[in-house]
């Protein structure tokens, strides 16, 4: 079964540099959410947006902003880096017909220098 | 508050023993939705079952349980026949009401380790 896509997997940056994550997710899936996670610690949650609408926030900073296109996708950009930053960041996607699981793709490690 | 506590940082068990991974939640939303989660060494977040807050019976997915309890508000992950790819850590998570795009609250998460 197809799974939720990110790209890139890995990312290396340099403080005060621009990032963009994105996001492609499962078939027919009509809503993402963004996740930071960093070391040993939990997922915190980002943003979510649903059939391309922002659908709730959380903790993302105000050099984070996202969006959903068209075909369902999502790009989170991320400017003037920080090394705090650096973290696995996690898409997920859902579907309401499948109760709403949230089905996480690989991650991007962003790692900031 | 925290909405998930999961208070086991680390577990061990023999293979081929059972185990249970506490969950305890908060929440004032009637409607509201359970879920467990791996994540392994190499970083995925594997979905493994869900719990509906109106759902009757205990939810189940092959060596998986959620055992729970909704007066006490627990949701205990109950893993049968443990295997060594079973070593990993695992995050209990909450989505609260039924509004699409909802965020997951998740635990500090527990490390299970399997032991031959």
């Known amino acids: 079964a197809a799974g939720v896509i990110q790209s890139p997997r890995h990312l290396i940056k340099e403080k005060r540099e621009t990032a963009t994550l994105k996001c492609y997710p499962i078939p027919r899936h009509d809503t993402v959410y963004w996740y930071q996670q960093g070391p040993g610690q939990d997922p915190q949650f980002l943003i979510s947006?649903?059939?391309?609408?922002?659908?709730d926030k959380g903790s993302i900073p105000d050099r984070f902003s996202a969006q959903q296109f068209s075909d369902y996708h999502s790009e989170l950009n991320m400017s003037s880096l920080e090394l705090g930053d650096s973290a696995l960041y996690f898409c997920?996607?859902?579907?309401?017909?499948?109760?709403?699981?949230?089905?996480f793709g690989p991650g991007t490690r962003l790692t900031v220098l | 508050a925290q909405k998930i506590t999961q208070t086991q940082p680390g577990m061990f068990v023999q293979e081929k023993e059972a185990v249970t991974l506490d969950c305890t939640y908060d929440?004032?939303?009637?409607?509201?939705?359970l879920f467990w989660y791996k994540q392994p060494s190499s970083g995925e977040m594997i979905f493994l079952i869900y719990?509906?807050?109106?759902?009757?019976q205990n939810a189940t997915e092959g060596r998986y349980s959620l055992n729970f309890q909704k007066a006490r508000k627990s949701a205990n992950l109950v893993i049968s026949a443990s295997q060594l790819g079973d070593s990993a850590m695992y995050f209990c998570a909450m989505r609260e009401g039924l509004d699409t795009g909802n965020q997951f609250y998740f635990g500090t998460g527990t490390s299970l380790t399997v032991i031959p």
């Open positions: 997920a996607s859902s579907s309401r017909v499948r109760t709403d699981t949230q089905y």
């Open positions: 947006f649903y059939e391309k609408m922002q659908s």
């Open positions: 719990q509906g807050s109106y759902d009757q």
């Open positions: 929440t004032s939303d009637p409607s509201y939705g």
